[in-house]
């Protein structure tokens, strides 16, 4: 990860059962809901509630994700979501990720996601910064 980070969040979740293979280890694409968990708690910590774009017109699809994976989780494990806002001059939003497992602190494995501004109606991309997330930019200090 080579972004600057500018504001971070932890959430904490337990592994379930439903999560892993039969060999009890979590499938490989659950990190990315995990991701998504992620980024739903640095919303609550940092007021960025994703109906907010929503409701501004704005839809904010992930357009680049990147997982590298260190290490597995297994069912009942409790996972570490450390999430990372990246600054970035660009419209888009770019989150780093690294998720350890608590009990030994070892990192399982570390992400990147990027997602972009688009009208909710018509899917045109945004090249500009929508208004209100300019604004949340600014009081969150990281521009």
Known sequence: MTHVHTISAV????VKFNECDPMGIVWHGNYLKYFEE????????YGLDFMEFFNNGVAVPIVHVACDYKKSLTYRDIALVEIYYCKTPA??????????KESTNEVVCKGTTTQVFVNRHTMELSLVVPAFFAK???TKGTK
């Open 11 to 14: 959430a904490r979740l337990e």
């Open 38 to 45: 992620g980024r739903e708690e640095f919303g609550k910590v």
């Open 91 to 100: 419209a888009k939003i770019i989150f780093d990720y690294i998720i350890r």
């Open 136 to 138: 949340w930019l600014k």
